[in-house]
């Protein structure tokens, strides 16, 4: 079930995604309007962060293609910002946290030029959002899990995009910095701006999200929470039947096939 | 003055290597160095045939070509063949430095290189080996030239490139994001490590070069938490291993680079006391 | 000729003794060496092997002599060391493992640089001999020592082949071990001492930097021509006995060849030729599999092609020019005719002046990829709900890898269907 949006500032058009030619996610196709929140959910292993790492260019597609703002990646990647999971980063690294947050600013630098005052003074505004203005001298290896998802996000406020993609901000967080989080989210769809989320709490996913994207190797559905998130596309999502697709991808693997025609 | 040599000598090769070692042992990639380091012996050898003599020029091309050819093997093996990382290093290192040896043997009355050099190096013969120029002045000694002008631009390189090597090494799948190619800094990166681990192996050997790019970086890396801080500590502890390095050899009458590389050690050891005090004070302090 | 003659009769009790002993330190070094690298650990090897120079040396000074039994407990012990410094550095601090093992080994191999050197001054006529445990010299194999050393590769065999099965288990997965009550930290700790006698005994053969090799090369390369660790491991002793005896031949032949790098070099000629070429795994069968794929994805499609052009008039055994088979399908001509003609020999096709026709086989092969194609795209709009006008391209691909076994599966879940999405009939 696919509700499109009327005027998307993003498009994934008929995507499959494969790893080592065992294709991970099937034909995925949808849109997404400006000024929401919205989430993709779905099962461990559904590849909802495969889809987000296929947005940004981390991961080649077997096909198809992915356009924001009518354009592709590559024309509009300043307008663009990314919030990896948390355990994807060596945390003992030697920075401290204004350093993380000023790399927020590095796409708008290039090459040679170095962070200046203006950047450290826009860092630190970022750093008061999410309420950590305090820790910006700290290491980051002395902070808590909910300070470095804060971090996290504030470095991508630094980067004053107009979408945003987050791996799984609310793992492993404490409740305050949850609640810190959807406010700060709330606020930037506010102001126009798009936030897909990536997110494994069905129960808080109806709360959090105007718009939803139920994700299992294929699309499920994707459109307006109310008229998409229903008990029987959830079913659909987390129940099995998809037998078949696994397996065909297992094949597809062994014999080296290609995803698509050449 | 001899002693004023090779101390230079030894501490110009400990900021090159460790400047670069700090990056590697963030991106947990120092076995590279190990690898660079024993890879480049035919290289050395072939040019050693070609030329007939140790000229530097030559020594610098065969050792860099071999060393370059090691990082491609290393990384094809990897991913094409899709052999477990460091399966590929240790396999293709020892292949070429077994290379190395086979040509030794073969034009043993021709080549005047043995893997004795390559792996303990010379730094003791440094001051011998003058620059004069043609209207005979003396320059003093060329290997502090080579590894000088080296150390000049692997600074120059992380001046340049501090923020695009630091945020490849924390974070590259941000860095890809906003558009900073981590694949170009991997390489800029291995070049960088080849030149110099090429440029200082004859003056103090693979083992030197290997305590070098690993040991000043992981003392300073328990002792700071900052990135700047890491480098400055890895440069000052160089100076520190040299001079006691030496001190210790001339007091026992014994290898150069072995001291030197045993001061590294006693640094880390030190360095890595301290760091348990002061955790077991600190999980103390929150019982 | 003579010289292999003279080799493989083995009636020089010099040739016997250094083939003996190297086969003996390869295939024990290989052995261990599957275990290392199945736990990736690969480059342990190489730091043990240097870490061994400081014992050596002590045990030297100590006893004044090369003594060979104090050596190799020297080696034993500073090897031992360097792997407890490893794993202490790595569990209690944020170094990581590859700056533990570098750093470990470039250090301990300083120290016995200074007590090489400290040895030297002694001017001990005995420590010429030394050389043999850095640089390695099988040669050097001869009368007590190859026995002690025989000794511990028959030791270091045995031991792997009677703790086997718990070495496989806790290599493949150590908290199931643990779960089934598995010693796995002794069991650990025992693979660590065969590592360090593996690295102690071979280091004579071919010396401190090409140990390394000794342990994982051959293991590295057997990985590829099997899934199955017990004949992983048996396969990486035949590859590290057959470089041992190669070794030993090539300097036997050429006596100013050194045994140890030769060695190396033929195991790694094995570990080369076995990621290019080995079955299945290998960069050229891989390759080749891919090629073939096109082939059948080009003869199905053909196929199709000809029971399209049936499906207009009913005729499905009408013979077709090359102008009406490009009339549905975009194909390159050349690959068509190339096609044409190996199912012609395939008996799927006939052929008459220029014009083409299914046989019956051919049409039963055509039918079949023709009803993947439509139940395919059935299963995508029924499971996965995929509009009709996008289920296309996906079936196109999945058409040539339907196993018989996963249209059978395919035909259940879609409860037999007769119609595809675009309501065009399902071949029987």
Redesign the interface.
Same mark, same amino acid.
């Given at each position: 079930m696919i509700i499109h949006a009327k005027e998307p500032v993003l498009e994934v058009h008929d995507l499959t995604v494969s790893y080592s030619r065992k294709p991970v996610l099937w034909g995925i196709d949808f849109t997404l309007p400006s000024g929401c929140i919205a989430g993709v959910v779905g099962p461990n292993g559904a590849g909802k962060s495969t889809l987000l790492k296929t947005i940004m260019g981390l991961i080649p597609p077997s096909s198809g293609y992915v356009k924001l703002f009518g354009h592709p990646l590559e024309e509009v990647r300043h307008r663009v910002s990314y919030v990896p999971q948390r355990e994807s980063v060596d945390w003992d690294f030697p920075v401290s946290v204004l350093d993380v947050v000023l790399m927020g600013r590095y796409g708008k630098m290039g090459l040679l030029r170095n962070p200046d005052r203006q950047d450290k003074a826009m860092a630190m505004d970022c750093l008061d959002k999410m309420g950590m203005s305090a820790f910006a001298k700290r290491q980051i290896s002395q902070l808590s899990g909910g300070q470095q998802q804060r971090v996290f996000l504030a470095r991508a406020l630094a980067q004053e995009a107009d979408i945003y993609f987050m791996d799984e901000p609310f793992a492993g967080v404490d409740a305050a910095t949850e609640q810190a989080i959807i406010t700060l989210l709330r606020d930037m769809a506010a102001a126009n701006k798009t936030i897909i989320v990536v997110h494994h709490d069905l129960q808080s996913a109806r709360d959090y999200f105007d718009w939803i994207i139920l994700l299992n190797m294929r699309l499920v559905a994707g459109g307006p929470t109310g008229e998409v998130f229903t008990d029987e596309m959830i079913q659909q999502a987390y129940g099995g039947r998809l037998n078949l697709l696994a397996q065909v991808g297992d094949m597809m693997e062994k014999r080296a096939f290609p995803t698509r025609e050449p | 003055m001899i002693a004023f040599w090779i101390i230079l000598t030894g501490f110009l090769v400990a900021s090159a290597c460790g400047l670069l070692g700090c990056f590697l042992v963030l991106r947990k990639m120092s076995m590279v160095g190990d690898a660079i380091s024993h890879a480049i012996l035919p290289g050395i050898v072939i040019a050693f045939l070609w030329s007939g003599s140790r000229e530097p020029v030559s020594m610098f091309i065969g050792a860099s070509t071999t060393g370059l050819v090691a990082t491609l093997l290393i990384e094809f093996f990897h991913h094409k063949a899709r052999l477990q990382s460091d399966a590929a290093i240790g396999v293709v290192f020892t292949f070429m430095f077994a290379i190395g040896i086979i040509l030794i043997s073969i034009f043993a009355g021709q080549v005047d290189v043995d893997q004795d050099c390559v792996l303990y190096g010379e730094i003791a013969y440094t001051p011998i080996d003058l620059w004069i120029l043609d209207s005979g002045i003396i320059m003093g000694p060329r290997p502090v030239y080579i590894v000088g002008t080296v150390l000049i631009l692997i600074i120059l390189f992380i001046l340049l490139g501090y923020k695009q090597l630091k945020l490849t090494s924390f974070d590259p799948a941000f860095a890809s994001a906003v558009g900073i190619s981590t694949a170009v800094w991997h390489y800029l990166l291995m070049a960088a490590v080849s030149i110099t681990t090429v440029s200082s192996f004859e003056s103090v050997g693979a083992i030197l070069v290997i305590a070098f790019l690993i040991g000043p970086p992981a003392t300073a890396y328990l002792l700071t938490d900052d990135l700047k801080q890491m480098l400055k500590i890895t440069v000052i502890l160089g100076l520190f291993v040299s001079l006691t390095g030496y001190g210790l050899a001339y007091w026992l009458n014994a290898s150069i680079a072995g001291c030197m590389a045993t001061m590294t050690g006693v640094c880390f050891a030190v360095a890595f006391a301290r760091h348990r005090w002061a955790s077991s004070r600190y999980r103390a302090r929150l019982v | 000729m003579q010289n292999l003659i003279d080799f493989f009769s083995f009636s020089d009790p010099n040739v016997r003794y250094v083939v003996l002993g190297t086969i003996l330190l390869s295939s024990s070094a290989a052995m261990v060496g599957a275990f290392i690298?199945l736990q990736?650990?690969?480059?342990v090897?190489?730091a043990v092997a240097?870490s061994v120079l400081p014992g050596i040396c002590a045990a030297f000074l100590f006893s004044g002599s090369k003594n060979i039994v104090l050596m190799l407990a020297g080696a034993f012990v500073s090897g031992w060391l360097s792997l407890v410094a490893i794993d202490y550095?790595t569990a209690?601090?944020? !170094?990581?493992?590859?700056?533990?093992?570098? #750093?470990v *080994?470039?250090?301990?191999?300083? @120290?016995?640089?200074?007590?090489?050197?400290?040895i030297q /001054?002694t001017g001990n006529a005995a420590q010429s001999g030394l050389d043999h445990f !850095?640089?390695g010299k099988a040669a050097a194999l001869v009368g007590d020592d190859l026995l002690i050393f025989s000794i511990l590769a028959a030791v270091i065999l045995i031991t792997v082949g009677l703790f086997f099965k718990a070495f496989t288990l806790v290599a493949f997965d150590k908290n199931y071990a643990q779960a089934l009550g598995y010693p796995v930290r002794r069991l650990d700790l025992l693979l660590t001492s065969l590592t360090v006698l593996a690295v102690v005994t071979g280091i004579t053969a071919v010396?401190?930097? *090409?140990m390394?090799?000794m #342990?994982?090369?051959p293991?590295?390369a057997a990985r590829?021509w099997t899934n199955r660790i017990r004949h992983m491991v048996g396969i990486a002793v035949a590859f590290g006995a057959f470089a041992g005896l190669a070794g030993a031949y090539i300097s036997y032949v050429a006596p100013?060849?050194?045994t140890?790098?030769?060695m @190396?070099?033929v195991s790694?000629a094995i570990?080369f030729f076995s990621?290019?070429f080995a079955p299945k795994?290998?960069?050229f069968p891989?390759m080749y599999? /891919?090629y073939k794929?096109?082939w059948i !994805?080009a003869e199905e499609n053909t196929l199709k092609i000809f029971y399209h052009l049936g499906e207009r008039n009913s005729h499905f055994n009408g013979m077709r020019g090359l102008n009406e088979l490009t009339s549905t399908r975009e194909m390159e001509r050349a690959t068509l005719k190339a096609t044409l003609r190996r199912l012609a020999t395939k008996e799927l096709l006939v052929t008459r002046n220029n014009q083409w026709g299914l046989t019956d086989k051919g049409y039963q092969q055509a039918a079949r990829v023709v009803r993947l194609h439509r139940m395919w795209e059935l299963? #995508?709009t029924k499971?996965?709900?995929?509009?009709a006008d996008?289920?296309h391209?996906?079936a &196109?691909? !999945?058409e040539?890898?339907?196993?018989p076994e996963?249209e059978r &599966? *395919?035909e259940h879940?879609l409860d037999y269907p007769d119609k595809d999405p675009h309501n065009t009939k399902i071949p029987k």
């Open positions: - | - | 690298l990736k650990k690969a480059l090897g190489d240097h550095i209690k601090s944020k !170094i990581k493992k590859d700056a533990a093992i570098g #750093l *080994l470039a250090v301990f191999f300083g @120290v016995g640089m200074v007590m090489m050197t400290f /001054q !850095i640089f010396g401190v930097v *090409l390394a090799a #342990l994982i090369t293991a590295a590829y100013s060849m050194p140890g790098p030769w @190396v070099v790694t570990a990621f290019f795994k290998g960069i891989r599999t /891919q794929n096109q !994805i299963y #995508l499971y996965m709900d995929i509009p996008h289920v391209d996906d &196109e691909t !999945i040539h890898i339907l196993t996963l &599966e *395919l879940q």
